[in-house]
């Protein structure tokens, strides 16, 4: 597991042996590649000059983060449920406090994802923690390492425990995700990933292909997926960066966005 390279731009990790010239996620047109090239940085040069900071975002939720911020600045939050703990997303280092952290809590029953952007180091993950991998399957062509725990979903939604259900919103990726937690919030909270993006204003919502390739979604996939968050009950947002939590007026936010492209 140690020989593994990590894409210094997205924070892919490839195990030793199937590494690519160029990092496949990165080659995707929804990322991109330095101009300087393709570089590449191993976990132990990571332990050395990045740390994971620990913030706790409410009870029972926990943000995980790299600090100083690395690869494209991804965060991961814990979430404490009684049948189980479950990570939303991926961030690309593991080290012994945040081991020792979560172990204390409970261990992890699943790790679950939003979409390719997020995998990183997902195996280094579960192997600690012995569980399960969930990623929906129409993004399978996307998992660059594969191993033991990866469990892939497919439909429109899948039930997890404690009421917590994984719900398939495409447009960013096919297979993007989003998890849904009934007992964060009276209305229940939406885990986004970046399948929507919350402006710096926290006035708007976007859905896009690509945030940082200014590649917008098609008319039909914006109606699409609003119908699709029409339909689920929530008053409070957390999307892929710590900039974006949000937990007042959500969907008249979100109504108001959608309004300026439906
Ligand atoms: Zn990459
Ligand atoms: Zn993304």
């Given at each position: 597991m140690n020989n593994q390279l990590i894409c210094s731009t997205c924070g892919t990790a490839y195990p030793a042996g199937s590494v690519?010239?160029?990092?496949n996620i990165c080659l995707d047109e929804r990322q991109w590649v330095p101009r300087e090239g393709q570089g590449w940085t191993k976990p132990a040069e990571l332990h050395k000059k990045y740390s994971i900071k620990l913030n706790r975002l409410k009870h029972r939720l926990y943000e995980l983060d790299i600090n100083p911020l690395f690869a494209i600045g991804q965060r991961a939050l814990l979430v404490l449920s009684e049948q189980g703990n479950i990570l939303w997303d991926c961030i690309p280092l593991l080290d012994e406090m945040t081991i020792e952290f979560i172990r204390a809590k409970g261990g992890l029953r699943g790790i679950a994802f939003?979409?390719?952007?997020?995998?990183?180091n997902m195996n280094d993950w579960a192997g600690v923690f012995d569980c399960p991998i969930y990623i929906h399957?129409?993004?399978?062509?996307?998992?660059v390492a594969t191993g033991k725990h990866l469990s892939l979903w497919t439909g429109d939604e899948m039930p997890l425990w404690d009421g917590m259900r994984l719900i398939n919103i495409g447009?960013?990726?096919?297979?993007s995700s989003i998890l849904h937690v009934p007992f964060l919030s009276e209305e229940g909270s939406i885990l986004c990933g970046d399948s929507l993006f919350l402006s710096p204003s926290k006035k708007h919502f976007s859905a896009v292909y690509s945030s940082p390739n200014r590649i917008p979604l098609a008319l039909s996939e914006m109606r699409r997926i609003k119908d699709r968050l029409d339909q689920i009950p929530f008053d409070t947002f957390y999307g892929?960066?710590?900039?974006?939590?949000l937990d007042k007026e959500v969907k008249r936010i979100l109504e108001l966005s959608m309004e300026r492209y439906i």
């Open positions: 690519p010239e160029i990092c939003s979409h390719p952007h997020f995998y990183s399957k129409k993004d399978e062509q996307h998992i447009g960013h990726f096919e297979g892929y960066i710590k900039s974006q939590n």
